[in-house]
């Protein structure tokens, strides 16, 4: 088989879709099923230094614009007669990959993850495509009913595949001691929460667990709250950190580099993310990897990612109470790291099984002449092509 994936980032990106990607595009290249994958990503915003993988043809010169990405995902199309399944990575991307898997009559999957999809789009032509892809894949059962409530989609179209973590990388180690100078974090009991800081993505319970610092402080005076990531809405957490009087309790680390998120991680006594639009959130089976304790939410896809608590605590992010309540008691608790034996569960070999699976099992039906290839009918001249590739970059 011969794929063509569209997606928003991967290689050269921090965060959990481009995290995601990188995994598929390694999966995809891991099974026996694969030929060849053209990778066609809209932006690369860092240096690209880890090896691709084998039977994987990343196009960077897809980054350098919406134009350059429309123009090489069309070459694609145009160009190569052999793509059998065209994968969409995010729904803002679903008009260009629905035009190319047209035109070249192979099958079609949308990736979804969180709160991007759970609700129409603002591109009614999204909106009318999302009905029509022959397959979906979802990392959460959350985010499969969500989207197929909205877009009328056949349930029995998606597959959930849940994000994973290397468990060969992600390990329980002791505290790096030049970490804890660098933060100041001698002698201190640590919470965490590892995210982008941004205006869009307050869901993921930054704001609620400051709230909580003042209380929690008075129990535990060593208590810090590392934040790592960055964002612009960094200074105004800033700023609410100043008024909660705890700008001496919270570290922003800023962003790191992928090479030291396990050495971040293993700094923490409890990883905290109280959020509320999680689609499935792979930093929590990362905290968990290093046996880490973890609390999260049971409001979004944080409880399967947690395994309905098998792998965490889950509590009400909407609750204060609850939450400083779930942070003592584990930082009381003061249990040792070890991991848990459910984290094999989103294991790497885990999840290229799955989609080994998913290829087999799923897309046989797809294969050049056994699709179908009615469409709803739509009226876009070629001036709007470029339009199709917006989103979130």
């Not at 999966?27 to 066609?40: E, P």
């Not at 134009?67 to 059998?84: G, K, L, N, P, Q």
């Not at 709230?211 to 790592?228: C, G, T």
């Not at 896809?301 to 605590?313: F, I, T, V, W």
Request: aromatic residues 6%; proline residues 5%; contains cysteine.
């Amino acid at each position: 088989m011969n794929v063509l994936m569209l997606l928003s980032d991967g290689f050269g990106a921090l965060g959990g879709m481009s995290k995601f990607n990188r995994d598929f595009l390694q999966a995809l290249d891991a099974s026996a099923t694969i030929n060849r994958v053209h990778a066609v990503p809209r932006v690369i915003p860092d240096s690209i230094n880890e090896s691709l993988p084998e039977s994987v043809v990343y196009d960077r010169r897809a980054a350098r614009g919406k134009i350059a990405f429309v123009r090489r995902a069309a070459a694609h199309a145009w160009y190569d007669s052999r793509i059998e399944l065209v994968v969409c990575g995010h729904v803002h991307l679903l008009p260009v990959a629905y035009f190319i898997a047209r035109h070249r009559n192979a099958c079609l999957s949308l990736i979804i993850h969180g709160v991007e999809a759970w609700k129409p789009t603002g591109s009614r032509l999204t909106n009318r495509l999302a009905r029509s892809i022959d397959r979906l894949i979802a990392v959460s059962e959350l985010s499969t009913e969500k989207f197929c409530e909205w877009s009328r989609l056949p349930a029995a179209k998606a597959f959930v595949l849940p994000n994973c973590v290397d468990l060969d990388r992600f390990i329980p180690q002791p505290r790096d001691t030049a970490l804890v100078r660098r933060y100041g974090l001698a002698s201190s009991r640590v919470i965490m929460t590892l995210g982008r800081l941004e205006s869009r993505e307050r869901y993921k319970g930054f704001d609620e667990v400051l709230e909580a610092m003042p209380a929690l402080v008075a129990r535990f005076p060593d208590l810090k709250y590392l934040i790592v990531g960055d964002g612009e809405d960094s200074e105004r957490l800033h700023n609410k950190a100043d008024q909660l009087g705890i700008h001496d309790r919270v570290v922003f680390a800023g962003r790191i580099p992928e090479n030291e998120k396990v050495r971040h991680y293993n700094l923490a006594d409890a990883y905290v993310m109280p959020s509320m639009g999680e689609g499935f959130g792979i930093v929590l089976i990362e905290a968990a990897a290093c046996g880490i304790p973890v609390i999260g939410s049971n409001a979004d896809g944080s409880r399967e990612a947690l395994l309905q608590g098998r792998l965490g605590r889950l509590i009400d992010p909407r609750d204060a109470q609850q939450l400083k309540d779930a942070i003592a008691e584990t930082l009381a608790a003061g249990a040792p790291r070890v991991r848990n034996e459910a984290i094999e569960t989103f294991g790497t070999k885990e999840f290229r099984a799955r989609v080994d699976g998913w290829l087999h099992g799923q897309l046989g039906h797809c294969r050049p002449g056994r699709r179908s290839t009615k469409s709803p009918e739509l009226d876009i001249g070629h001036g709007r092509l470029a339009n199709l590739a917006g989103g979130p970059h």
